[in-house]
């Protein structure tokens, strides 16, 4: 059985990912998260009888713990997802960003090359680390083209550039220092688990509760979404079979206008729980004053990685979107605790 390190572990993608590969079997996985407001032990209670999962709280910007980290546990790969990840956060406090994803991630770089060039030689040659990031470094598109892997960085928020710079970091550590490095930039991710604070959640657990649901500006602007399972099954793919000091970017072919998104979130709604004064859940759309900056389309080109390693994601916009609504419905316990603030108080015994 191999060890996997993974960062951010609590977190939306890296919860959803932790869950994924310890029901596949194979991987013992050690789980690092600060535990930000955005990670949530709630997500990983279904791994409390699990012994192949470590859970350590703990930041990647701390070289001590990691160190002791990486000697005790020895693991065949590390899976980089913590991070700040909100862009709205970082437009009111973007320290926190460079902190975590630039110097947080630089740390665990030096730390992953130092234990990386004291592995035994074949274990040096199997050893991987996943960055996974984002293809908002790209920055915005015009109403046509695609962002492939060669599109050149043009960062716009304090978030994406935050990404930018650790992504450049990986890429130089492949480049100095040898380090057998991959990195991931995804589209916009939406399914189980992800705080309610991103586009999709928000507006499904708005709608679920009968209040406005505030998009931005005119709501043309594009994403191209994916279902967070696939992106998870991307990871496990490039970590498997990617060539180390390569890039690959992970996309849904499903480009749609935020306002589409909305409407389908309240269409979908009106089927399985409509609201009780008999209107529409359309009504309840509110265009509030676009975020500063605002890129008006992603669009990912994916097709390195379904070429050079054979994925696709599985799910279409509409499959995933049905799913990801009958989850947040099912599952209106974790999102109450979520917004009560009560999932902060879970504690880390057994798990
Ligand atoms: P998230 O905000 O839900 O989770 C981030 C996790 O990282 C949290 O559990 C948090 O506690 C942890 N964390 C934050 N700072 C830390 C630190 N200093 N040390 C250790 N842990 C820390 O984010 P997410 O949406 O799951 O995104 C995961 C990764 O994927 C990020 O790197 C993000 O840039 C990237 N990404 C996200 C999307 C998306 O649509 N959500 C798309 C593409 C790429």
């Known amino acids: 059985m191999k060890t996997v390190l993974v960062t951010g572990g609590a977190g939306f993608i890296g ?3 932790v869950l994924d590969t310890l029901g596949q079997g194979g991987w013992r996985v050690v789980n690092l998260d600060k535990l930000t407001y955005a990670g949530n032990l709630d997500t990983l209670a279904p791994l409390r009888a699990n012994a192949d999962h470590v859970f350590v709280q703990g930041d990647i910007g701390d070289a001590a713990l990691l160190e002791k980290i990486l000697d005790e546990h020895k693991p065949d790969a590390i899976v980089n997802f913590a991070a700040e990840s909100h862009v709205d956060r970082s437009i009111d406090a973007p320290g ?3 902190q975590t994803n630039v110097v947080g991630t630089l740390n665990l770089l030096q730390r992953a090359t130092g234990y990386w060039r004291g592995l035994p030689l074949d274990r040096q040659d199997g050893f991987r680390f996943l960055h996974v990031s984002t293809d908002e470094v790209y920055g915005s598109l015009g109403p046509v083209g695609y962002f492939t892997e060669e599109t050149a960085y043009a960062p716009n928020s304090p978030y994406s550039a935050s990404k930018a710079s650790s992504d450049h970091l990986v890429r130089a550590f492949h480049h100095t220092y040898g380090l057998p490095t991959l990195t991931t930039n995804c589209s916009n991710n939406y399914g189980p ?3 309610p604070e991103k586009l999709i959640p928000l507006m499904i657990q708005k709608a679920i ?5 505030p998009v931005y500006g005119d709501g043309r602007n594009v994403r191209d979404w994916l279902y967070v399972r696939d992106h998870c099954r991307a990871i496990a793919r490039v970590l498997e079979a990617g060539r180390p000091g390569e890039v690959y970017n992970v996309g849904g072919d499903s480009e749609r206008e935020n306002i589409h998104v909305v409407k389908t979130i309240c269409a979908l709604l009106d089927q399985r729980r409509p609201l009780a004064d008999g209107r529409r859940h359309e009504a309840l759309i509110t265009y509030v004053k676009d975020r500063p900056g605002h890129d008006r ?3 990912i080109d994916a097709s390195k990685l379904k070429r050079e390693l054979g ?6 916009f509409e499959t995933g979107i049905a799913r990801t609504v009958d989850w947040y419905l099912a599952n209106q316990e974790w999102c109450g605790r979520v917004l009560d603030g009560s999932y902060r108080m879970e504690r880390l015994g057994g798990v």
């Open 15 to 17: 919860g959803n990912f």
């Open 96 to 98: 926190d960003f460079v």
């Open 193 to 195: 688990y992800q705080f």
């Open 209 to 213: 509760e009968g209040k406005p649901l």
């Open 297 to 299: 389309r992603y669009a």
């Open 311 to 316: 994925w696709a994601p599985q799910e279409t």
